[in-house]
């Protein structure tokens, strides 16, 4: 007769890592449904939005199906397509879960009322605002150690429609703008056009958090005063 089969306990820590694991397989199939059914409101194929972005159908596909994340860049880009915002891909995104006066003068969104979205390399992305505002995003920012917005090519930058503006709560951020590299410490910021080709990684060992509001505006001219100035700020 055969000695039963002797199991060894798992331990906190992988019992931890297993649900940490789950739940971020559920968080990315959330956040991929979520874009699937922005994609399908916008009227638009697979295909064609793909072609759009300049990625493969299937790179699509994996991102709508949960398996891969989105980098920061990839995500903007991805809504930008679509005539959405980054509010919209959090769950709960219309507001669903703020607290409101009773004449409607404010919305107020409690901590852990939205759970934050993951993206590539362990970015996490949470939500500030309590309903969604008409041209406006307001979100927190997490980059992990030595990460960065860009989709898998480091060197990659962004650009979209626009005006940002962020402000490093803890942590070191680099952004790189209009040719110039500043690095931003806790209590400093920064606001620049995000039409002009812009990249914001994390370079040091320790992770860093920022708050940043993009405004969707029409036109934001880089030449425009306002952002020619950032040649003069020092890293």
């Known amino acids: ?22 739940d971020q397989a ?15 409101e916008a009227g638009l194929s697979l295909r064609e939005l793909a072609r759009r972005l300049d990625i493969s159908a299937s790179a699509v ?15 903007i880009a991805i ?7 980054i509010t919209d ?18 919305s107020l969104l409690r901590q852990g009322e939205v759970a934050p979205v993951v993206l590539e390399n362990g970015v996490i992305y949470r939500r500030l605002s309590g309903s969604r505002t008409s041209g406006i995003d307001h979100f927190e920012s997490t980059f ?19 005006v940002e503006s962020g402000v490093v709560i803890s942590g070191e951020l680099t952004v790189e703008v209009h040719g110039d590299t500043v690095t931003l410490r806790a209590g400093d910021s920064i606001t620049y056009s995000s039409e002009t080709p812009h990249r914001v ?14 405004a969707r505006a029409p036109h934001s001219d880089p030449s425009d005063p306002l952002f020619s100035e950032s040649h003069t700020a020092r890293s």
């Open 201 to 214: 990684s994390n370079r040091s060992p320790e992770p860093c958090v920022a708050n940043w509001v993009i």
């Open 61 to 75: 596909s994996q991102i709508e199906r949960g398996v891969m994340r989105p980098s920061v860049n990839r995500l």
């Open 144 to 162: 992990p150690p030595m990460t960065s917005a860009s989709a898998g090519d480091a060197s990659s930058f962004a650009t979209h429609t626009g």
């Open 26 to 40: 559920g968080d990315a199939a959330e956040l991929g449904a979520r874009l699937r059914v922005l994609r399908e």
């Open 79 to 85: 809504v930008g397509e679509l005539g959405a915002s």
């Open 1 to 22: 007769m055969p000695e039963p089969e002797t199991v060894t306990p798992r331990s906190d820590a992988e019992i931890a890592a297993a649900s940490t694991f789950a």
């Open 89 to 106: 891909v959090f769950a709960g995104g219309t507001g669903a879960h703020a607290e409101r006066s009773s004449f409607g003068s404010y």
